[in-house]
């Protein structure tokens, strides 16, 4: 199954040429793609491998078993929103401007992992392995360290991390002039955003209590994003040289880029946290109403 998709995007990618890779200036947006093989090929493994594993558990005209269609098309969506995060747009315009810089690490943190979990991506791939293959996958999730895999306040100090170092000023600096330092940073913002987000579905999932704990996980980690988002937003000086530099290239005043990223993640990339933050809480009320007085 996997070998076709790996030789044709072995053979293709380094072929085609990428406003990333080419370093001549800002792309246009039909041009902005960043077509590297060892994103995409995990991405085709991913999506064929679900895509069989849905198949098995709706086969017959059994659609909806084990897996409901909104829980499949949530799957396709955070499909889209790593796309548009490392292969187009984002990827190679937040070279140039730190506001699309900022929209792809919120579409990796906040965005593509509640969506991609909440598609039960265990199960489905389970479903889709041998036998044997499903049982090692279960076994090496067993064995992951489990005081600190399931620790809350790990995930969400991990986050807050991860969103502050890198937006150091160097740091972004750094990131913008390594390849391997870039690829590193996009991969930490979305092991971060899955290790906090699998910890809140289970506590949406688990009736054994949590829900409180998880929705001031939820509020400690969208205050620090409101945070960040407001120095950028207010602060009146170009924080990162690096842009300062290049957004002008964009027909954009450096300040006015730096000030829309910081809108990106003080409005939109904190609605997903303010949507699990008030589902959290309203379980936890379900299950006070529902306790013994």
């Known amino acids: 199954m996997w070998r076709p998709a790996c030789v044709l995007m072995v053979a293709v990618v380094p072929g085609l040429a990428t406003a990333h890779s080419r370093g001549e200036g800002p792309p246009a947006l039909q041009e902005a793609w960043s077509l590297s093989p060892w994103l995409l090929v995990p991405l085709l493994m ?5 895509a069989l594993g849905i198949a098995r558990l709706w086969r017959g005209g ?11 098309a949530a799957c396709a969506a955070g499909l889209v929103a790593l ?14 401007s730190l506001a699309a810089h900022m929209a792809q690490h919120m579409l990796l943190l906040a ?3 509640p969506l991609l979990l909440a598609a039960r991506p265990v199960a489905v791939l389970a479903a889709a392995l041998p036998v044997a293959w499903s049982r090692t996958l279960h076994r090496a999730l067993r064995a992951l360290p489990q005081p600190v895999a399931l620790s809350l306040a790990f995930a969400t100090a991990t986050n807050v991390a991860v969103m502050w170092g890198w937006h150091l000023p160097a740091v972004l600096d750094l990131a913008l002039r390594s390849e391997p330092v870039h690829w590193l940073m996009h991969g930490s913002f979305l092991l971060a955003g899955l290790w906090l987000w699998a910890l809140l579905w289970q506590r ?3 009736d054994s209590g949590g829900a409180l704990a998880g929705a001031v996980a939820v509020v400690v980690v969208m205050m620090q994003m409101g945070f960040l988002g407001a120095l950028l937003t207010f602060s009146g000086r170009v924080l990162y040289p690096v842009y300062a530099e290049r957004a002008p290239r964009l027909g954009m005043e450096a300040l006015v880029d730096q000030q829309l990223a910081g809108l990106v993640m003080w409005v939109p990339a904190c609605l997903p946290y303010l949507a699990g933050a008030l589902w959290l809480l309203a379980r936890e009320l379900r299950g006070v109403r529902g306790r013994p007085g």
């Open 111 to 113: 965005v593509a992992p």
């Open 62 to 72: 059994h659609a909806g078993r084990g897996v409901s269609r909104a829980q499949a």
């Open 204 to 206: 949406l999932r688990d």
């Open 46 to 50: 991913f999506a064929t491998a679900y």
């Open 83 to 96: 796309l548009l995060a490392t292969v187009w747009p984002f990827d190679a315009l937040g070279e140039w």
